[in-house]
């Protein structure tokens, strides 16, 4: 009975100890700046056709592009 004891203790206590080694969770680096406008964008390969970083408008015509994509509506009419 002692031994059952121990034993589920010492279970307990690493259970409580694992959570002191949880890192950080929030994101760090060039993915999580708010300091630029959001059309400053990427400078990679993932960019999406006709648009370039830095054009405003380009970016706006691509997001509003793209939500009359996921329309369920326009789908249907067309």
Request: glycine share 8%; net charge positive.
């Amino acid at each position: 009975m002692m031994r059952l004891v121990l034993v589920s203790l010492v279970c307990a206590s690493a259970a409580l100890l694992s959570a002191c080694g949880e890192r950080d969770q929030t994101l760090r680096g060039a993915y999580n700046r708010s300091d630029g406008q959001p059309w400053q964008g990427a400078h990679n390969d993932f960019l999406a056709k006709g648009w370039s970083p830095g054009d405003k408008a380009a970016w706006e015509t691509q997001l509003r592009d793209r939500a009359q994509r996921q329309n369920e509506y326009v789908k249907i009419n067309n």
